[in-house]
């Protein structure tokens, strides 16, 4: 079904004045109804991998085969129709491939007229996906109010709806929990099997390394390990020797994998050693000792428990933000949804606040309240001693403006503006002098130097990964120093170890403005002993108190 060869992707960079390789010679085979996810950290080439495969991409060099259509041969044209007809994708914000005031039947109704003018038949096929998928009490609900979990399984029964052959999924986790995750990825492998459609995951997301039929490891543009779920990429042995798998590609290239570059501690070369009986030892040729090699359980995720507050710890603190007997429900013609249910606290000036719970628990929907992009249904709430229940959306919009820094789960951007440019937006809209002297320049190529997104400056929203996306929206509520800032899911899209680094960098920067910190996640491994955590479980208020993290 598809047959990457040698396939190399360059791009220029006009600032620099260079060529950068995203993809330095991939080879993959993927059978016919095979669930194949492809891992890797952020800027290793996956999202430029699915775009090649999705024919939105030309190649530089090698084949691509997908079906009978040899892609390294076609014109723009022949790509988008290659892409209309063949390719479903499943976007790691789907709420830019699905219409949000219509319903979910409308939209797979629009899908599937794309192939066929037959409405009536197309409504009792969509039906029937919507079944498969588990999801056809959902059928007249209106996009806008889905959940994320929801809101994925709709975006890849739309993509059913095509009646395509294959698959892609963009990171179709990263907003979700882990019971959602599951439920993904076992309706990934019932679509495969129910549908006979081909399907790979692009992801960071190690919770991918089970659940599929292989896992396709990429770093720095390369493939370095293609395995089968009943094995593993490296050892769960703690004890030496320790064994390891990767990937000899076409040009008879192979990478080391960072376990033994880092243990072995090699500088300029290496030695193989091969002996009679076909063993190959690969050794530091200094004799250097192996550092010890600590494999760390990387997946499990922390359990949390919550603890009063200390007698004292709310003393003397100015409240922020207060919330009494919030309600939010979304109604529709048939519909009523209560997202949030009767809601009382406050959160204090300097705090940081982590807001956590599954999919679906209204966490969003707490930060669209405190932020007054929604007005409530019920209470009310006090911002800066602003009624944000007793203000017009235009005055909400004013205040949101001049006060809060918001982080969203898809960072949003101005899509026609550059990352940079995107910085002034603000200030343009508040009619402020926008002019860039020196020592402005200088802390704005500080921030994106600390987040990893300066060579991403002068490119436009949507021509960077999703990971880049929330870094370059997290620049932008930095630079802005708002005396509340608001992070929802901000390392939904980026590997562990970038998000550590983000992290640790926003607690940093949180201790030199002193400003209040909300973060809502699902990722119970950014949270730290004595956190404020806020627990929401649907819609009330489970957990107020200091977290206690369970080793």
Not at 219 to 235: A, F, W
Not at 340 to 349: E, F, N, Q, V, W
Request: negative net charge; charged residues 25%.
């Amino acid at each position: 079904m598809i047959d990457c060869q040698d396939v190399i992707k360059i791009y220029n960079d006009p600032e620099l004045n260079i060529r950068v390789a995203a993809l330095r010679g991939i080879d993959l085979r993927v059978s016919k109804g095979e669930v194949i996810s492809i891992v890797g950290p952020s800027g290793s080439g996956k999202s430029t991998l699915i775009k090649i495969l999705s024919g939105i991409e030309s190649i530089d060099s090698g084949i691509a085969h997908i079906g009978g259509y040899e892609l390294e041969k076609m014109n723009t044209k022949n790509l988008l129709k290659f892409r209309l007809n063949n390719i479903g994708m499943v976007h790691q914000f789907p709420e830019r491939t699905l219409f949000l005031s219509g319903t979910v039947m409308d939209n797979l109704q629009f899908s599937s007229s794309l192939h066929s003018k037959n409405f009536a038949a197309n409504k009792i096929e969509n039906r029937k996906i919507l079944r498969e998928l588990n999801i056809d009490h959902l059928e007249n609900q209106r996009v806008s109010f889905l959940s994320g979990g929801e809101m994925i399984r709709t975006s890849i029964a739309f993509m059913l709806a095509k009646k395509v052959p294959i698959l892609l999924c963009d990171e179709p986790t990263g907003q979700l929990d882990t019971a959602n995750t599951e439920i993904i990825k076992q309706t990934l492998r019932q679509i495969a099997t129910d549908f006979e459609s081909t399907v790979l995951v692009v992801t960071h997301d190690k919770r991918f390394l089970t659940g599929v039929d292989r896992t396709c490891s990429i770093h720095d543009g390369r493939v370095s390990s293609l395995i089968r779920v009943n094995h593993s990429t490296e050892s769960e042995n703690r004890e030496f020797p320790l064994r390891f798998q990767t990937q000899v590609d076409s040009s008879h290239g192979i990478r080391i994998p960072d376990e033994i570059y880092d243990a072995l501690q090699i500088k300029g070369s290496a030695e193989f050693v091969l002996t009679e009986d076909s063993k190959v030892e690969f050794v530091n040729p200094l004799g250097t000792k192996p550092k010890k090699i600590e494999l760390k359980d990387r997946f499990r995720p922390k359990e949390l428990k919550s603890k009063p507050f200390p007698d004292a710890f709310l003393e003397n603190k100015e409240i922020e933000i207060s919330l009494s007997e919030v309600s939010k429900i979304y109604k529709t013609k048939n519909i009523t949804v209560k997202a949030l249910d009767d809601i009382t606290l406050d959160i204090h000036h300097g705090e940081i606040v982590f807001v956590v719970g599954p999919s679906g628990s209204g966490k969003t929907t707490f930060v669209k309240l405190i932020t007054g992009m929604v007005p409530s249904s019920t209470g009310e709430i006090t911002v800066l001693n602003n009624q944000l229940h007793s203000m017009t959306d235009s005055e909400r919009a004013r205040f949101r403006r001049e006060n809060i820094g918001i982080v969203s789960q898809q960072g949003d951007l101005h899509p026609f503006l550059t990352v940079t440019e995107n910085l002034f937006l603000k200030n343009v809209l508040s009619l402020k002098n926008t002019a860039l002297d020196i020592k402005l320049q200088e802390e704005i190529k500080e921030i994106f130097t600390d987040l990893e997104i300066d060579h991403r400056k002068h490119a436009y929203p949507l021509d960077i990964s999703g990971g880049e996306l929330q870094r370059a929206s997290l620049a932008l509520a930095q630079y802005d120093s708002p005396p509340i800032l608001i992070m929802d899911e901000p390392t939904a899209n980026m590997d562990a170890e970038l998000a550590t680094k983000v992290m640790n960098k926003v607690f940093e920067t949180h201790k030199l403005l002193d400003n209040t910190l909300i973060i809502t996640t699902h990722d119970t491994s950014l949270v730290k002993d004595d956190f404020r955590i806020i627990e929401l479980i649907d819609g009330k208020i489970s957990k107020n108190g200091l977290a206690e993290i369970e080793k």
